[in-house]
């Protein structure tokens, strides 16, 4: 039993958020039942030992980030490791019908209202035929840069918490 979770972050902080999520689904789960890997190097046939996903990516122009914003971010001093992110991998992942996915973001408070990564991710799922899919929190941040508000790593703790629980309650 193991949940994936597929990150892209470029200026850390969609990092920490999902490394503080990832550390309290393990405290549920156990150490081995997390594994985290950037959309870049995300396998797009999904092991079978995978019970539950999650997507995770910063908010570019109020959806999931695109070559062009990528090329924006580097300008403003990101560290891009892959030249594709969590939209392409979305488009070439092998579809799991029912397999439990929450996709997660960073972004502004501004941005959470009117659209986010997030939701952008939720509706490619949908459309490529997943048919678990929810959206989870947004972790909010100051700005391009960040960095996160006060509180958001304690918000994703809690919300890791929660959705290992969620899992062992699945698969019970």
Not at 65 to 80: D, S
């Amino acid at each position: 039993m193991k949940v994936l979770i597929v990150r892209e972050s470029y200026f850390g902080n969609g990092t920490k958020v999902v490394d503080s999520v990832a550390t309290a689904i393990a405290q549920q789960l156990g150490d081995d039942a997390v594994e985290v890997v950037e959309a870049g190097e995300a396998p797009t046939l999904l092991p079978e030992d995978v019970v539950a996903l999650i997507v995770s990516a910063p908010t570019h122009e109020l959806s999931l980030p695109t070559p062009k914003t990528r090329r924006a971010a580097r300008e403003q001093g990101a560290i891009i490791g892959f030249e594709y992110g969590l939209r392409e991998w979305i488009d070439a992942v092998e579809v799991r019908e029912n397999l439990m996915v929450m996709a997660i973001d960073t972004c502004t408070k501004i941005s959470s209202v009117i659209g986010s990564a997030s939701k952008a991710a939720v509706k490619g799922l949908k459309k490529r035929g997943f048919t678990d899919v929810h959206r989870g929190p947004s972790f909010l941040v100051g700005g391009t840069e960040g960095p996160l508000q006060s509180d958001e790593i304690n918000k994703a703790q809690a919300w890791g918490k929660e959705f290992g629980a969620g899992v062992l309650t699945s698969v019970a």
